[in-house]
């Protein structure tokens, strides 16, 4: 049996309704905002302190990369 942490959508004691992953009608857009939200929480106070679309390439292409890897894995729909 899988736990509340292991399945982000078990709403059972939440509030009903579908999380932003299972709602999401423009997956690209999901990435986008997942992406710079990562960026975002690491760059504070080091030589990167830059918004994710002035990072360079490497870095823009990387944080896509891992934002696209987290929503495969918690999009219900994959598996």
Avoid: K, Y
């Amino acid at each position: 049996m899988r736990s509340r942490v292991d399945n982000p959508h078990d709403r059972s004691s939440r509030s009903p309704g579908r999380c932003r992953i299972c709602s999401a009608n423009d997956r690209e857009a999901l990435i986008e905002d997942l992406a710079r939200a990562l960026w975002d929480s690491r760059r504070s106070g080091t030589l990167d302190d830059v918004p994710l679309d002035q990072a360079g390439s490497h870095w823009q292409r990387v944080f896509h990369e891992f934002a696209t890897s987290a929503i495969d894995l918690l999009d219900p729909e994959n598996g």
